[in-house]
């Protein structure tokens, strides 16, 4: 805006508000006039020709390109779009794309769409990323209302300026941040009941004393701020996702104060490391249309403090992956359960001839009890038939991502209970012959 007009803008104010007080003395409104004119010199002379729409791009949409830190868009998405995507090499062509792409509004610039997305906010922000937002409205702001009335950019042409994403809708959608979430509360949060004896700071002051407050890695009730921690500490590496201390020491390739809590490929390291691997790939922008997004887990599940125990497994199967599937007996069918209602896999310790294991509840996806599963995983009482598989293979060890199938059954068995909870209220059964 020109300070001529600023300037007849100010003075037709002045002159409606005047006339509708009534004739008001002619002094009065020159005064006022001057005034004006004075405040008008006055900030002229502290932003010097900040008012063309060049002067507007070069001075504050350029620099976003140059910025070294990523732009506000981060705070809610992990990777797929950022502010500079947005931004062409020059002043034409990027007014043209993003008015062309629907994201600049000529006619009510203030309500573009494009600050639209700059003015979203989490419902928890930074300092740091409020100033950075703001920043960023702010000059997008006056370089829009300045560019949508200059003629020669109302008349620029896209040419093929390709502005925004260059990756799939699909893919923006899974980087977003409440999906990373979502993925982390599937697969992580699930399982880390599995941990929080040694891990959760309400249950672990013994290894608290022993070995420093970094053992709490599990934080309480707050599945987010456990990732971010796992993220800074680096206990989730997204560089080296194998690497992971979250993956190396329970399964003790990295001396575990705790032992062996998981084996190579089985369900728990499964779903880790899927998270893990997907994280990393999101986070450095690998994915680039739907076709490389991974698959979702086919079921719901989650660790419980249910323990199930097999006695005298044949000690041939030291130190073997040992898979539990239990189905429930439906009385209405008359026939046993499609789909597995809990799961349980772990190594068998043949000096012992045992198997142990908490289980984990599960179901399909998007059925009516996955809901359940999620927000109360128990066991209902009553005649359940338990299918057995032995990684006799050892495939797990070359391939995690293997599954156990027909190969591997060794036998099954049915048999009832009422599931109490609890490490000493364990259902125990005997190994099939
Ligand atoms: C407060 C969180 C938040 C911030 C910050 C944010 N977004 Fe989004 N974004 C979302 C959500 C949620 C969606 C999902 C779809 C929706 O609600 O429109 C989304 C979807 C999108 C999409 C998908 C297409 C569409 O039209 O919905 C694009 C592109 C996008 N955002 C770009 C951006 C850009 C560029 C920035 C930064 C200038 C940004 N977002 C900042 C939350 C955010
Ligand atoms: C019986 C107790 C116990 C259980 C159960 C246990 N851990 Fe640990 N864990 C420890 C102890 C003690 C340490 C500290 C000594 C060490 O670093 O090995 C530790 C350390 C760790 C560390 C390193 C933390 C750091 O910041 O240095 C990670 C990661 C870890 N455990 C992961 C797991 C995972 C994942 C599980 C569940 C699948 C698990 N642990 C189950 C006892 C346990």
New binding site residues.
Partial sequence: MGNATLARRASEGNSRRASSRNSPSLARRASVLVIAVLILHSLSAIAPAADSALDLFRQRITPILQAKNP???S???LSG???KD?IGKTQEETFAALRDAGLVDVKKPAQSKLLA??A???AKTSLVSDKVRQQEYDAFKAWIEAASKDPKLAAAKTGDANL??SVD?EV??HA?K?QVLASFLDNVWSEVGRCAACHSPDRNQKQVKEHGAKVSWIKLRDPQGTLDDLLTTGIIDAEAPEQSLLLMKPTNQVKHGGGVKLVIGDQTYKQFRAFIEDYAASSAGKYKTAKDLPQERVEASAVTDIWFKLEGVPPKFDQQLLQVDLYRWDEKTKNWSQDRWATGDRQVFGKGQLWQQHLSVTAPRNSSRAKEVAEKPTLPAGKYLAKIYIDQAGKLQKDYQAVLGEGDFVGQFEFDSKWPAGYGAMTSVRFPK
Avoid: M
């Fill in positions: 732009s506000s868009c705070e809610c998405h779009v950022d502010l947005y997305f700059i979203r906010k989490p925004g994403p809708d923006i959608r977003r409440d």
